[in-house]
């Protein structure tokens, strides 16, 4: 079911880059936030904190210490809260490795330049689940752009139940490890998970487990890009 406020991940495609970011090696997705008002950054850092398979290593306003802080903390994935304008997003692009996967969150829409090297922008109504799930493809090498792929185009292009991650069907699933399934997918935490189901965190973390070993996935990124590559989500 699509969640309350903007829904960006039905309306958007998903395509891997040419020379995108490597697969994370396991373990939690590691994000640098930067963006010009302290007080946002702490929101946004509060609200993904409580995401399993992620980690916020470092934050600062836009500027030469933030960029010395991004080479010192070499995160995965790179998030810009609220660009003022697009030469702030220029500029930054221009000042980080390329491979560095980038998304936008709120502020100004990239032009098309701009959009080429991004990963992603995700409008301010975005919530932290969305984020979450944005946040994993990206440090898997994916984009999130809108509008509807060609036919041939990425994940759009391949049949449904067929993945870039696993030559296994959904079907191997048992109906609670698909609702486990796709609530991480949607950047649920284990806890959240537990919640939305009521069961507990034991439960969960072995139906996370199982599912992780009937796909022959890796982590939790490999599950949102399996869900969306899929056809799941």
């Known amino acids: ?27 939690a997705v590691r994000i640098f936030l930067m963006g010009g008002d302290a007080l946002a950054r702490a929101g946004v850092m509060s609200l993904l904190a409580g995401h399993d398979g992620l980690t916020v290593v470092g934050d600062d306003e836009p500027g030469p210490r933030a960029l010395a802080a991004l080479r010192a903390h070499r995160p995965d994935v790179l998030v810009l809260h609220a ?21 936008t969150v709120g502020g100004c829409e990239p032009d098309a330049r701009c959009a080429q090297s ?8 975005t919530t932290a689940r969305q984020l979450a799930a944005a946040v994993s493809l990206a440090a898997a090498g994916y984009a999130l752009t809108r509008g509807r792929p060609p036919a041939a185009d990425g994940a759009a292009g391949r049949p449904r139940g067929k993945t870039s991650v696993s030559d296994v069907p959904p079907e191997a699933l048992t109906d609670r490890e698909g609702e486990v399934l796709d609530l991480v997918s949607r950047g649920l935490s284990n806890t959240e998970i537990a ?3 009521t069961l507990s965190e034991h439960t969960v973390k072995t139906h996370v487990q199982n599912l992780l070993h009937k796909l022959r996935l890796r982590n939790r990124v490999h599950v949102a890009i399996y869900a969306f590559e899929a056809g799941l989500r």
């Open 1 to 27: 079911m699509p969640e309350a406020g903007v829904d960006f991940v039905p309306a958007a495609r998903l395509r891997l880059l040419p020379g995108g970011a490597a697969a994370p090696a396991p373990g």
């Open 83 to 103: 660009p003022r304008d697009l030469r702030e997003v220029a500029a930054l692009l221009d000042g980080i490795d390329p491979e560095l996967p980038v998304l």
């Open 118 to 125: 991004l990963h992603g922008h995700l409008p301010a109504t």
């Open 195 to 197: 919640q939305s189901l």
